[in-house]
């Protein structure tokens, strides 16, 4: 069920939000030159994924997790898309893609060794990652590997159509911050 609400909602967003996505492409070209982030992630079964975001650092930021990049990568533009989740937007292709679904588990790096032991453990794996959930609306990012696992296999196992509809709800209105590079 699901999955259908997942397809239907990325199609539709697209379909309604191109205008949006168009306006920041254009004046990301002018913010950074490359306005589409694209980066490899941990997908269901560990499978890799090119996750897609708006870019919201200068190009030349080293790939890390959000918590541990230098907040001065930031563009103003980026920090822009970051307050208002736009940059999130072109993950609705991954979730028309199935690669992600609206809610779940938000997808690691490979190098994040000990989120990814914590998060197997667990079986957080088993499920697709998501654009929000749990963990985002509580304001739990990466940097606390354990705690941000537990709250995922929380968010798993008590995961309804309701509580789906009620983390997009929250995330749309401003619910959480999610993962956030650390200001200097």
């Not at 492409?25 to 694209?38: L, R, W």
């Not at 690669?99 to 938000?106: D, F, Q, Y």
């Not at 914590?118 to 088993?126: H, M, Q, T």
Request: charged content about 20%; hydrophobic content about 45%; aromatic content about 8%.
């Amino acid at each position: 069920m699901i999955r259908i609400i997942d397809f239907f909602a990325a199609f539709l967003g697209l379909l309604l939000l191109w205008p949006i996505l168009l306006c920041v492409a254009i004046i990301g070209i002018f913010d950074t030159g490359s306005p589409i982030f694209v980066q490899i992630r941990v997908g269901k079964n560990k499978k890799p994924f090119k996750l897609i975001k708006f870019r919201t650092m200068v190009v030349e930021t080293k790939s890390v997790a959000s918590h541990l990049a230098n907040h001065a990568s930031i563009t103003k533009f980026g920090r822009c898309l970051r307050k208002t989740k736009i940059d999130e937007l072109p993950q609705l292709v991954n979730v028309l893609k199935g690669e992600m679904s609206l809610v779940g588990p938000r997808p690691n790096l490979f190098n994040q060794n000990e989120l990814i032991q914590e998060r197997d453990a667990l079986g957080v794996y088993n499920v697709l990652p998501g654009v929000t959930g749990l963990a985002q609306v509580k304001n739990i990012d990466m940097s606390t590997p354990g705690l941000l696992a537990q709250t995922d296999k929380e968010m798993i196992d008590t995961l309804t159509v309701k509580n789906y509809l009620k983390f997009i709800l929250m995330t749309i209105t401003g619910s959480g911050s999610g993962d956030a590079a650390k200001p200097n």
